[in-house]
């Protein structure tokens, strides 16, 4: 049986570099043999404290130290790590916590007072981050190296945002985060060891675990964490680390773009990666103008370990599309109103994107149906909308679930804010259907004014009548200071639908 572990990324590299820094937090400057020997001694804290392997230990912290330190402590204790969205309110922790079946929840102080009210409700054990946690490592024998464990055994369950009713548990094995980190460092990208990531994607996530923290560490490259986004101070810290690799949403490429206006030095960035969302072609064009980098877009998703697909320098990129599928990952367009089997459409043919290979998890948590229904002759259908021409780049046309329909037509809110985000008066937007008694569904665009202009709704409405289709462009305006984001950045449509539905 092969065995495999995550912890052997941390493992390796404490043995190969021991005194290469692996981690910068503030002040906080830690080698890969120090993180490794604290993630050693918290993983015999938690044997201590009754976990076994497979046992599952939520994980509730920012992006400082504490959570990669914790989050190895887990692994290599051969227990799950399941990680909770700082946003969360206590009862929906509580959901994440139950459902999970987890014994014990590590939590930093910050979130204590959620993650404790969560976990009391239900009886869970709970330990603070930082001196309680420090002490109970200092306190116990720390392991002597990892447990591994079977490569298809669970590694971290992560709880999806839950669109479509309550979050559910994506299960992800050892091997899936093992390669997607591998391939990501080794073949979609050229990471090198001597590079400095900058770690400002929330660490609880699939993108900012995988991408930001697991791959950075499996090509024994730096991991400079930044526990709250800020654009301006990105921007300095990224100047006095000597960062050159930069994960991010596209709301962040927004910011860092017009920060850089009033920044007194800009770094030299070598590797820039968007995922989350999809990033405007004009977004993606300030940047790499203002910053002189080039951006690779992907594309990935919390059950896809996340990365699916992402622009590759072999293949050439091409912006507007999330390039090309990864090393031993196969991305398809199938037809997407077909249930129950998986049928392919020829190249340019707009449907669902489809995907298997080593990056796709084993199933939702308990949850039998839903698995069944996503899990499709061994394809995962991820309910985007895509096409893929004959040189086999992919390209996003949106969620199915947010496809407006008007007067009987599709709309692709993705190909609105596209044009949009051409607008001079226009700095962020997102579009959305509102439900319309003529035409079922009305589209509306949700505008942030770009400083120091003042566009007005009708000014709107008559520009893009211009740029888009008779009935694609915007009857309904409407302006906010910021649009609703949630913990990975993204733009809450779901929240906006809500705020102006029946307005």
């Given at each position: ?67 990669p330190i914790a989050y190895y402590a887990i692994a290599a204790a051969g227990a799950v790590v399941v990680p909770v969205h700082l946003l969360l309110s206590a009862p929906e ?411």
């Open positions: 049986m092969a065995t495999l572990s995550v912890a052997a990324i941390l493992a390796e590299n404490a043995w190969r570099r021991p005194e290469k820094t692996a981690l910068v937090e503030g002040d906080l400057r830690l080698t890969f043999q120090e993180v490794w020997r604290r993630s050693l001694a918290q993983a015999g804290a938690l044997a201590a404290l009754g976990v076994r392997p497979g046992d599952r230990v939520a994980l509730m912290a920012p992006n400082t130290a504490e959570f922790a509580e959901h994440v916590l139950k459902d999970s079946g987890a014994t014990l929840l590590l939590v930093h102080p910050a979130q204590a007072a959620t993650g404790r009210a969560a976990a009391e409700a239900l009886g869970v054990q709970v330990v603070t981050l930082g001196e309680e946690f420090d002490r109970l490592a200092a306190d116990a024998d720390a392991l002597p190296a990892y447990l591994t464990r079977a490569a298809d055994d669970p590694a971290v369950i992560f709880y999806t945002s839950g669109t479509t009713g309550v979050p559910k548990g994506a299960v992800l094995s050892h091997f899936n985060l093992v390669m997607n980190a591998t391939v990501n460092a080794f073949d979609a990208n050229d990471i090198r060891a001597d590079d400095i990531a900058l770690g400002a994607l929330p660490l609880f996530h699939a993108f900012g675990q995988t991408v930001s923290l697991n791959s950075t560490w499996r090509a024994g490259a730096t991991l400079v964490l930044l526990p709250r986004f800020d654009a301006a101070r990105a921007i300095e810290l990224m100047v006095e680390e000597g960062v050159n690799t930069f994960h991010g949403v596209p709301t962040m490429f927004v910011a860092l773009a017009a920060a850089a206006a009033d920044a007194d030095a800009l770094p030299g960035l070598r590797v820039c990666i968007s995922g989350g969302a999809s990033l405007p072609v004009a977004v993606l064009e300030r940047f790499e103008a203002t910053f002189d980098a080039r951006i690779y877009e992907g594309y990935g998703l919390s059950e896809t370990s996340p990365t699916a697909t992402v622009n590759q320098p072999d293949f050439g990129t091409r912006a507007g599309t999330i390039g090309h599928p990864l090393w031993g990952i196969d991305v398809e367009i199938a037809r997407a109103e077909v249930e129950g089997r998986i049928e392919l459409l020829p190249p340019g043919e707009l449907g669902e994107v489809v995907i298997r290979g080593h990056n796709v998890f084993s199933g939702y948590l308990g949850r039998p149906e839903a698995t069944a229904e996503a899990l499709v002759d061994g394809w995962f259908r991820t309910g985007d909308l895509g096409t893929k021409d004959e040189e086999g780049f992919l390209r996003i046309v949106d969620r199915k679930k947010d496809v407006i329909i008007r007067g009987g037509y599709n709309v692709y809110p993705r190909e609105v804010e596209e044009v949009l985000m051409r607008h001079p008066g226009i700095a962020q937007v997102a579009v959305i259907g509102l439900p319309d008694e003529l035409h079922g569904e009305e589209v509306c665009a949700v505008v942030v004014p770009a400083p120091g202009t003042a566009p007005d709704a009708a000014g709107v409405t008559a520009w893009s009548k211009e740029h888009l289709g008779r009935h694609k462009y915007p009857r309904r305006v409407e302006f906010a200071d910021a649009l609703p984001l949630g913990p990975s950045m993204k733009v809450l449509k779901r929240e906006l639908r809500a705020q102006y539905t029946g307005r």
